[in-house]
Nanobody, 124 residues
Framework: QVQLVESGGGLVQAGGSLRLSCAAS????????MGWFRQAPGKEREFVAA?????GSRGSVDGRFAISRDSSKNTVYLQMNNLAPEDTAVYYC????????????????????WGQGTQVTVSS
């Protein structure tokens, strides 16, 4: 298990940008694959972006979102550009141990550790 703390959420106008951060505890951060998910009111949690433990493989649901990680800081980031009101949601960081032969994980049930979430609100 790893403890995760998100930050960087807030209120932004449509077309703006935000960068979310997720700080992980422990000294094994580099062995964890990381992901970002979001959940809007009345909707299911959905995949946003994910990155492998090495950082060499990553993916996102939308080209406006980019995930990255800095192992020296035990932190994963989500850069969000050209935000729209439909991006309004609570954004969650997630982690899971990496296994050889896999890249990144896109399903929420594949993750074992979750942060508390950070609210992102995009006004029109």
């Amino acid at each position: 298990q790893v403890q995760l703390v998100e930050s960087g959420g807030g209120l932004v106008q449509a077309g703006g940008s935000l960068r979310l951060s997720c700080a992980a505890s422990g000294r094994t951060f580099s062995s964890f694959a990381m992901g970002w998910f979001r959940q809007a009111p009345g909707k299911e949690r959905e995949f946003v972006a994910a990155i492998s433990a090495s950082g060499g493989s990553r993916g996102s649901v939308d080209g406006r979102f980019a995930i990255s990680r800095d192992s020296s800081k035990n932190t994963v980031y989500l850069q969000m550009n050209n935000l729209a009101p439909e991006d309004t949601a609570v954004y969650y960081c997630a982690a899971r141990p990496h296994y050889p032969g896999t890249n990144y994980y896109v399903r929420s049930y594949e993750y074992s550790s979750w942060g508390q979430g950070t609210q992102v609100t995009v006004s029109s």
